[in-house]
């Protein structure tokens, strides 16, 4: 069973808007630091933004002011809102879950469950 589902992703155009969900599967993500990360073709997956469990925030700067990362601890959920849209934000988004953190990581290999991500595509 996949940790989490991601959902929201699609077409948008360059300065358009997305909301990206993750919802988990049949686990509470309060305990947990919830990552999204994204990873374009040919490229390393990178760290877009993290919330920790206190509502702790990080954006990576290629994003900032931009994005802004939330959590729904009620309905199991994290969500990305992506505004201003730009090519290069074109990727797989995935979102991850760290459990033992008192930082917010931001490597990929600092997180236990990931979901399989949902294509966002920036085009005119």
């Known amino acids: 069973q996949v940790p989490f589902v991601e959902s929201g992703g699609g077409l948008v155009q360059p300065g358009g808007s997305l909301r990206l969900s993750c919802a988990a599967s049949?686990?509470?993500?309060?305990?947990?630091?919830i990552g999204w990360f994204r990873q374009a073709p040919g490229k390393e997956r990178e760290a877009v933004s993290c919330i920790k469990t206190d509502g702790s925030t990080y954006y990576a700067d290629s994003v900032k002011g931009r994005f802004t990362i939330s959590r729904d601890n009620a309905k199991k959920s994290v969500y990305l809102q992506t505004n201003s849209a730009q090519p290069e934000d074109g990727a797989l988004y995935f979102c991850?879950?760290?459990?033992?953190?008192?930082?917010?990581?931001?490597?990929?290999?600092?997180?236990?469950?990931w979901g399989q991500g949902t294509q966002v595509t920036v085009s005119s």
């Open positions: 049949g686990f509470n993500v309060d305990p947990y630091v």
């Open positions: 991850a879950a760290n459990s033992k953190a008192f930082y917010i990581p931001t490597a990929t290999r600092e997180y236990d469950y």
